[in-house]
């Protein structure tokens, strides 16, 4: 299995333009999650979507944030417009639920700069 | 608030010797933690986990304690290699988290040869 596919690697944009971050998750997981890492509040959680639906999105910081999971092979995550204080780290994770794991797999990791 | 912390940002051992990675939390509907080790330009990656039914676990070199009373869960790694020097994340899960994992900030280890 391939795990986790995040693209791009990494993204260098100027502030104000549209960034579009990509996630395949593995073949079978039934829960995607988009996470975003910063130095100074760690691994926050932006959204999760159980079956394409989207459950949880109270981590979104605000409306320039959107998730998207047409299906279950691919998500995006959009920020539109873009701004400095968005760079960071962004990963993606899939899940698949077993009665006695809560184990997430990770993509790794698209690095976003916001000029 | 922060319901899952790791109050050291960073752990310095010598090869061989035992590391010990603490974390907090304050959700005492948590029932079910794991620690990721995590690599530089690559993403977290799942180490070990315990239930709390549970207060230790252990998998090789790696072993994990739970104090339910305390609120507070250890990683010990021993002996420690040079391979182990990451990033190590804590998290938490409880019956009304969903499929959330709650995640501590990280603690940078280092073992020096």
């Known amino acids: 299995d391939a795990g986790v596919i995040q693209s791009p690697r990494h993204e260098v944009t100027e502030m104000g333009q549209e960034v579009t971050l990509r996630c395949k998750p593995i073949s079978g997981h039934n829960s995607l999650f988009w996470y975003r890492q910063t130095m100074m509040r760690g691994l926050e959680l932006l959204i999760y979507f159980n079956n394409n639906v989207p459950i949880d999105d109270s981590g979104m910081p605000e409306d320039r944030f959107s998730a998207k999971m047409p299906n279950a092979s691919f998500s995006t995550l959009k920020i539109q417009p873009s701004e400095p204080r968005d760079s960071a780290v962004y990963f993606c994770?899939?899940?698949?639920?077993?009665?006695?794991?809560?184990?997430?797999?990770f993509g790794p990791g698209t690095r976003l700069t916001v000029l | 608030d922060q319901q899952v912390k790791q109050n050291s940002p960073s752990l310095s051992v010598q090869e061989g010797r035992i590391s010990i990675l603490n974390c907090d939390y304050t959700n005492s509907m948590f029932d079910y933690f794991l620690w990721y080790k995590k690599y530089p330009a690559e993403g977290p990656t799942f180490l070990i986990s315990?239930?709390?039914?549970?207060d230790k676990n252990e998998d090789g070199r790696f072993t994990v304690f739970l104090n339910k009373s305390a609120k507070h869960l250890s990683l010990h790694i021993v002996p420690s290699q040079p391979g182990d020097s990451a990033v190590y994340f804590c998290?938490?899960?409880?019956?009304?988290?969903?499929?959330?994992?709650?995640f501590g900030e990280g603690t940078q280890l280092t073992v020096n040869p």
């Open positions: 994770a899939s899940l698949t639920r077993n009665p006695s794991y809560n184990e997430q797999f």
């Open positions: 315990i239930s709390s039914i549970k």
């Open positions: 998290a938490a899960i409880g019956p009304t988290s969903g499929s959330r994992l709650t």
